[in-house]
């Protein structure tokens, strides 16, 4: 667009407006006196059409040379491109997805292997801690507690909580997941104050069932005379005189 078309169009209206106003000064006069009066006044017109014309030519050369300078800019930009295209400066667009999925690659190929290590490393510490305190012991372990970075001293927390599930004699042997279960609580305050709860509420199961619902001899000789005692009730005491029932000395099994 020519830089200069605003000018020229207001050029172009003023001309027609003092043509107009000439004419119209023109038309009282005689003939002879009309052309006489006209031209210096065409004179006039055709110069101030002649500059309109130099200015719509200066505004065309501009944009002329603008074109030119935006295609050597191009010329320039393309040879600078390819010179840093060879050099390496630059990369094309193959050049750049090929090198971004390597990158990817490579990013996960590492994250991978993080992972892997971390695996391993989770599965050597469990078994080390199945060897030192038992295969229950090492299920009760999360991954987030074998990589911890106080590992080892959660594996002496869990120690301290095997050693004294075998103080109250409390065994594995009926019910492994209740006692995985009972040593998985945290290794925090909160989880220590858990797993004392869970072992107080055991202990005090197993009291119960030491003998403590055993009715005096004599009222149990007289259920069992009236033909009160349940079928499926056992004796309290086995043929020898063992207390079935779980008393001092046997573990609570779960």
């Given at each position: 667009?020519?830089?200069?078309?605003?000018?020229?169009?207001?050029?172009?209206?003023?001309?027609?407006?003092?043509?107009?106003?000439?004419?119209?000064?023109?038309?009282?006069?005689?003939?002879?006196?009309?052309?006489?009066?006209?031209?210096?006044?065409?004179?006039?017109?055709?110069?101030?059409?002649?500059?309109?014309?130099?200015?719509?030519?200066?505004?065309?050369?501009?944009?002329?040379?603008?074109?030119?300078?935006?295609?050597?800019?191009?010329?320039?930009?393309?040879?600078?491109?390819?010179?840093?295209?060879?050099?390496?400066?630059?990369?094309?667009?193959?050049?750049?997805?090929?090198?971004?999925?390597?990158?990817?690659?490579?990013?996960?190929?590492?994250?991978?292997?993080?992972?892997?290590?971390?695996?391993?490393?989770?599965?050597t510490r469990r078994a080390e801690v199945a060897a030192a305190h038992g295969e229950h012991a090492a299920r009760a372990m999360?991954?987030?507690?074998?990589?911890?970075?106080?590992?080892?001293?959660?594996?002496?927390?869990?120690?301290?909580?095997?050693?004294?599930?075998?103080?109250?004699?409390?065994?594995?042997?009926?019910?492994?997941?209740?006692?995985?279960?009972?040593?998985?609580?945290?290794?925090?305050?909160?989880g220590d104050a858990a797993f004392e709860n869970s072992v107080k509420?055991?202990?005090?199961?197993?009291?119960?069932?030491?003998?403590?619902?055993?009715?005096?001899?004599?009222?149990?000789?007289?259920?069992?005379?009236?033909?009160?005692?349940?079928?499926?009730?056992?004796?309290?005491?086995?043929?020898?005189?063992?207390?079935?029932?779980?008393?001092?000395?046997?573990?609570?099994?779960?």
């Amino acid at each position: 667009m020519n830089p200069f078309a605003e000018i020229l169009a207001a050029l172009r209206k003023s001309y027609q407006e003092v043509k107009a106003r000439l004419n119209k000064a023109l038309e009282g006069m005689p003939p002879i006196d009309q052309m006489e009066a006209a031209q210096p006044i065409r004179c006039l017109l055709g110069e101030y059409k002649w500059g309109m014309d130099r200015v719509e030519e200066m505004g065309q050369t501009i944009v002329d040379l603008e074109q030119r300078l935006d295609e050597v800019t191009k010329q320039a930009t393309e040879v600078e491109i390819a010179a840093r295209l060879e050099s390496g400066e630059l990369v094309t667009k193959d050049q750049s997805e090929v090198a971004i999925a390597a990158a990817r690659k490579d990013e996960r190929e590492l994250v991978e292997g993080e992972v892997r290590a971390r695996a391993e490393l989770a599965s050597t510490r469990r078994a080390e801690v199945a060897a030192a305190h038992g295969e229950h012991a090492a299920r009760a372990m999360k991954d987030e507690d074998l990589l911890a970075g106080d590992y080892e001293a959660r594996v002496r927390t869990l120690a301290a909580r095997v050693a004294t599930l075998e103080e109250n004699g409390i065994s594995a042997d009926a019910s492994p997941d209740a006692y995985v279960n009972i040593l998985s609580q945290g290794y925090d305050a909160e989880g220590d104050a858990a797993f004392e709860n869970s072992v107080k509420t055991i202990a005090a199961l197993a009291g119960r069932s030491s003998g403590k619902n055993e009715a005096p001899a004599g009222e149990a000789s007289g259920r069992a005379s009236r033909g009160d005692v349940p079928p499926a009730t056992p004796p309290a005491h086995g043929p020898s005189g063992e207390n079935n029932a779980g008393g001092e000395g046997k573990p609570f099994i779960f």
